[in-house]
């Protein structure tokens, strides 16, 4: 008998804040069927995984609007974008030699229950001593990397630096204040939303001092623990914060731009109106993204791993239970801040095996 | 008998807008006298100048605001800084050797019709074959070295690159533009004020377009000049011109930030809200100041002065007439756009020899 799997379909454009419900929202529930892999056998060049953990991640936003950017958007009426860590359960004729069911693997999956994927769409994960196999799409995946290459290709923090990082205590930003530390920097400051998650900054990742946003005082509070001004600003969250950031620019500070999640549901996003600073401080602000470093990936996975084993470098998830269906207000509450750590929604338990 | 000297001072901070009134205005007439160098001797380390040219420039606008910057701010109740084009009227006995009656110097006099000054503040102006002592102050001197730097450190365009210019019929713009097009720049597009101002740039100075930002259609105009998106962009204006030269960013695009001469004035100054092509098309964006090439002014002073003898480089000047007292008015109307080709004040002819 075929193989029943839900996904969740990108339905409705975010006007411009994505509407969660899954009855007339942003996205919508479908079922579909797929052979299962063993009555039915599935294509050649192709594996049939399970997914367990959905990614989710701030740049989701962006790929439902259709404008120009680093990726083509998600065409309305196809599964949800983003990445998953799954489990392969069957392997056509062209990849046994590659593929075991059983693996694991970081799967380009979309939002769904199963997916047929090809060889490129399943990245095998080797899970380091002490590791786990979501650390394949945060601190050893996508997030990682992205905080190893902003930090030191776009930062590039040198010892007796201050470095800022925002959105600290999500995903990207812990681990790129953590690597501003580990290469010398001699003042890590985090700026994140909640007193918790200031506290898990300083007291468990060893940030120098951590500024919550959301107090009245913020912006004062940011000065005095920025002494010596910002030599390097790791910045995921734009806006205000990137604004307050620039105006404590040092003399040829670095603003390593990776994202501005304060803004993706913003009608009418908001530039930073500290920009005299740019001039007078001789500010390089620059935008990237991390495909750009594709090709020395596997450095930066392996000094990431290795830090990881050292325990020099922490990580933490923020799992996400509900199934599959509750991935959009997951998505919704990323936005709002909810989450210490990389944002996942649990498809299946690890250890739940495949209803086949 | 002493020289009577008449000098503006900065008198009161902007509020935002400069006040050109000389009575009860951001500036004031004052009257001094000097030792004339003949029956009364000037201080032994100075030379004694008359000014001929004021320099005006859109920085000024920021050295009147108490803000961190690049340069002190001047300081109420004394003489407004500023450059000008000069010629020494006397020298003290211990500079003999460095100056003689006559010469043209660029001094650091500032609004003023007579100085005393250090031999770090007159520089001996050198006029190159087809050049005039003014030259000193425009295209080889501040603004021209500005553009240059601008232009090749942080724009760097490549050939096959499409450059545009903001504010490129201003003094430093319209050679940033002339040496993309030197270097060669695939397309150089100005943007400017007026109708005429873009006649000049396309017509006189062989820019590829120009586009007249006060134009209703001026964005789509610009989309239009710049198919391939733009590759360098040198922003003197900032604010809204920014970004809409941030929106048609092409990938890994260098925005050389000069200047925002549309904020200047502003008492809440206005960032870019195109900000996400940062990110998506990861650009550069930097900001400079022409002090820090300081080491490379000599090899910069050679190339601009070769080709301007060779016709390369074409250059306007737009003096005003009415002596010291139209500067302040003349300021108001830079920020206004008034010029086309860089803005000096004629406090003396050249040819009038001074009254000693």
């Given at each position: 008998?075929?193989?029943?799997?839900?996904?969740i379909i990108?339905?409705?454009?975010?006007s411009?804040?994505?509407?969660?419900?899954?009855?007339n929202?942003?996205?919508?529930?479908?079922?579909?069927?797929?052979?299962?892999?063993?009555?039915?056998?599935?294509?050649?060049?192709?594996?049939?995984?399970?997914?367990?953990?959905?990614?989710?991640?701030?740049a989701?936003?962006?790929?439902?609007?259709?404008?120009?950017?680093?990726?083509?958007?998600?065409?309305?009426?196809?599964?949800?974008?983003?990445?998953?860590?799954?489990?392969?359960?069957?392997?056509?004729a062209?990849?046994t030699?590659?593929?075991?069911?059983?693996?694991?693997?970081?799967?380009?999956?979309?939002?769904?229950?199963?997916?047929?994927?090809?060889?490129?769409?399943?990245?095998?994960?080797?899970?380091?001593?002490?590791?786990?196999?979501?650390?394949?799409?945060?601190?050893?995946?996508?997030?990682?990397?992205?905080?190893y290459?902003?930090m030191?290709?776009?930062?590039?923090?040198?010892?007796?630096?201050?470095?800022?990082?925002?959105?600290?205590?999500?995903?990207?930003?812990?681990?790129?204040?953590?690597?501003?530390?580990?290469?010398?920097?001699?003042?890590?400051?985090?700026?994140a939303?909640?007193?918790?998650?200031?506290?898990?900054?300083?007291?468990?990742?060893?940030?120098?001092?951590?500024?919550?946003?959301?107090?009245?005082?913020?912006?004062?509070?940011?000065?005095?623990?920025?002494?010596?001004?910002?030599?390097?600003?790791?910045?995921?969250?734009?806006?205000?914060?990137?604004?307050a950031?620039?105006?404590?620019?040092?003399?040829?500070a670095?603003?390593?731009?990776?994202?501005?999640?304060?803004?993706?549901?913003?009608?009418?996003?908001?530039?930073?109106?500290?920009?005299?600073?740019?001039?007078?401080?001789?500010?390089?602000?620059?935008?990237?993204?991390?495909?750009?470093?594709?090709?020395?990936?596997?450095?930066?996975?392996?000094?990431?791993?290795?830090?990881?084993?050292?325990?020099?470098?922490?990580?933490?998830?923020?799992?996400?239970?509900?199934?599959?269906?509750?991935?959009?207000?997951?998505?919704?509450?990323?936005?709002?801040?909810?989450?210490?750590?990389?944002?996942?929604?649990?498809?299946?338990?690890?250890?739940?095996?495949?209803?086949?």
């Open positions: 008998m075929s193989l029943s799997n839900r996904q990108y339905a409705n454009t975010p411009p804040a994505i509407n969660p419900s899954l009855d929202g942003t996205f919508k529930l479908n079922t579909t069927s797929l052979p299962n892999g063993r009555n039915e056998s599935i294509p050649q060049d192709k594996v049939l995984v399970r997914v367990h953990y959905l990614s989710l991640d701030p989701m936003r962006q790929w439902l609007t259709a404008k120009r950017s680093y990726i083509a958007p998600v065409e309305r009426g196809s599964v949800m974008r983003g990445q998953s860590i799954a489990q392969v359960v069957a392997v056509g062209d990849l030699s590659q593929y075991a069911a059983g693996e694991w693997v970081v799967a380009y999956s979309g939002w769904q229950e199963y997916a047929l994927l090809g060889a490129k769409e399943a990245q095998k994960v080797t899970v380091p001593a002490g590791g786990r196999p979501t650390d394949a799409m945060s601190v050893l995946g996508m997030t990682g990397l992205t905080a290459f902003g030191l290709e776009v930062g590039q923090p040198q010892p007796g630096n201050t470095v800022v990082v925002s959105g600290a205590a999500g995903a990207t930003g812990m681990v790129a204040g953590q690597i501003a530390k580990i290469k010398g920097a001699k003042r890590v400051v985090g700026l939303g909640s007193a918790d998650k200031c506290d898990f900054l300083v007291k468990e990742l060893g940030f120098d001092a951590a500024v919550n946003y959301k107090d009245a005082d913020w912006k004062k509070q940011l000065k005095e623990a920025t002494p010596e001004y910002i030599d390097v600003f790791f910045d995921n969250v734009g806006g205000e914060i990137l604004d950031c620039l105006a404590r620019a040092a003399r040829d670095r603003f390593a731009i990776c994202g501005a999640i304060s803004q993706y549901n913003a009608a009418k996003p908001q530039g930073p109106s500290s920009f005299m600073t740019v001039i007078s401080q001789r500010v390089t602000m620059k935008g990237f993204i991390v495909f750009d470093y594709a090709k020395k990936y596997s450095t930066a996975l392996n000094d990431l791993a290795t830090w990881l084993s050292q325990g020099k470098l922490k990580r933490r998830e923020h799992i996400v239970p509900g199934g599959l269906e509750a991935a959009p207000q997951a998505l919704v509450n990323l936005y709002e801040g909810a989450n210490t750590g990389k944002m996942m929604v649990e498809v299946a338990p690890v250890e739940e095996k495949a209803r086949l």
